[in-house]
């Protein structure tokens, strides 16, 4: 479903499911804030396929709905929005309440010098503590890969401009890792961002996303990216470990079990060098994907 193609500044976008409780008053302080702001704007929900009043509540409350059919993914439902958005900017909030419109000005002001702002999460914000917990695990993994310090993986509230959120909407999934993979891809493809921090509050209803079972697909999600745009940063480590296990087990077995070496161990140091040669293809398979969609533009 599609909406009309008149320009204006700023398209907020707000995934939906279930949300009937607080999306309403959501949509409300969003328009109080950018009246204040003074510049156009248009408020996008995209309902993914609730089964009570969620879109109505919207509509009611004065925002655009876009309705998904069925049930598809909240990544889905960003994608619905970044590709029906009318702004040069995007803002992506959640419509549980959790993230103070108040703030939107605050990472709009940021996209003058920066390809993509993202509020992130203070101590003094309020979380459970395994969500705390996994989300300092996923932004270490995440500093990692990037090579630059990643303060927020997770966090759903952002601005970025339109142009540059189209060129990696075919990177996003369905579910709810589409912030992690919108990260990783921004910074490794070269691009800016900065962190602005922000406070959140308990969402209204139940939490969808569950830390323990959802971190193993986080994880999958940053091994993805990171052999997208940067191949070396998963294999060579993987190749120095291998290759470290096989030589020292090697040793012992000349040093400490008056054995031969063995073929396990050159097995193993073989298998180092086919994982690094490997991991240098996929490096320079990845720089020239990334030259055509470059000249591609």
């Keep these: 479903m599609g909406i009309e193609s008149v320009p204006t500044d ?18 409300q302080k969003i328009q109080e804030v950018m009246l ?14 609730s089964d009570d009043n969620t879109a109505a509540e919207a509509r009611n409350a004065g925002a655009t709905v876009i309705a998904h059919p069925y049930t598809i993914g909240n990544g889905a439902a960003v994608k619905t929005g970044i590709r029906n958005a009318r702004g040069a900017y995007l803002v992506m909030l959640d419509g549980d309440g959790q993230h103070d419109p108040q703030d939107i000005p605050r990472l709009l002001e940021k996209l003058d010098a920066y390809d993509m702002v993202v ?19 996923y932004n270490l993994c995440a500093s990692y890969i990037c090579k630059r310090k990643i303060d927020d993986l997770t966090s759903g509230f952002r601005a970025i401009k339109t142009e540059i959120a189209r060129r990696f909407v075919y990177l996003i999934p369905n579910t709810f890792s589409y912030p992690t993979t919108l990260t990783l891809a921004i910074v490794r493809a070269g ?18 996303i569950k830390p323990v079972q959802d971190g193993a697909r986080f994880f999958l999600i940053i091994i993805k990216i990171a052999t997208l745009f940067s191949p070396m940063r998963v294999f060579l480590p993987v190749s120095v470990i291998v290759f470290l296990i096989g030589l020292g087990y090697g040793l012992v077995k000349i040093f400490f079990m008056d054995a031969r070496y063995g073929p396990t161990s050159a097995m193993l140091m ?24 470059e000249d591609g533009e």
């Design 10 to 27: 700023i398209s907020i976008i707000i995934p939906a499911f279930r949300e009937e409780a607080a999306l309403g008053s959501v949509v």
């Design 36 to 49: 204040t702001y003074g510049r156009t704007y248009e408020i996008l929900v995209i309902d993914d396929g």
């Design 119 to 137: 509020g992130a999460r203070t101590a003094r914000s309020q979380q459970s503590f395994q969500r705390r917990l996994a989300n300092r695990i």
């Design 191 to 208: 691009h800016s961002l900065v962190y602005v921090p922000i406070d959140t509050k308990w969402r209204s209803g139940k939490s969808k």
């Design 270 to 293: 073989t298998m180092a060098v086919v994982i690094f040669m490997v991991g240098l293809v996929s490096d320079q398979v990845a720089q020239l994907r990334f030259d055509r969609s």
